[in-house]
């Protein structure tokens, strides 16, 4: 799909505020109420926008650590892999996971109420997850800039 400079825009300005009524982001791109609402429509039909969230203080709902695991898994079978995928996906505490390449299979992004229940769902959880040879802890001391919006790059 390419992006207009309309799409952009809108883009742009729902990642800063998604609560934005439909009037209110019509008036900031210069469309109309109707082509405007049409516009979003597409780009959540298109799956440009997967859906709309609220952002949440970790810290201020009991979630003080951060940790990102590296992850080897002994089989790089696809069936393997994709019981390890299906195992993490059901993993409450477990907020991201990717697939990487490198040194290790996969990178999780966990967060705990603190050290000890890192610990306790690192040992009780994530080593008794099918196939794991090696893990890494990595811990986050400071978060300098956490993902709040993607860049709108221009195509084309």
Not at 129 to 146: D, R
Request: with cysteine; hydrophobic share 45%; proline share 3%.
């Amino acid at each position: 799909m390419s992006l207009g400079p309309t799409e952009i825009k809108i883009l742009s300005l729902l990642q800063q505020d998604a609560r934005m009524t439909n009037q209110t982001l019509a008036d900031e791109i210069g469309l109309s109420a109707s082509p405007c609402w049409r516009k979003v429509r597409k780009l959540e039909e298109d799956e440009v926008i997967q859906g709309y969230r609220a952002v949440l203080n970790r810290k201020k709902i009991g979630l003080g650590v951060m940790v990102f695991v590296r992850v080897s898994i002994d089989s790089h079978s696809e069936s393997e892999a994709r019981r390890f995928e299906q195992e993490v996906a059901e993993l409450e505490h477990v907020v991201a996971c990717y697939s990487i390449g490198g040194d290790a299979d996969f990178l999780l992004q966990v967060v705990a109420r603190d050290l000890d229940a890192y610990a306790d769902f690192a040992m009780a959880v994530i080593r008794r997850l099918p196939g794991i040879k090696e893990m890494q802890s990595m811990f986050v001391l400071k978060e300098i800039k956490p993902l709040v919006s993607y860049p709108i790059i221009k195509q084309g």
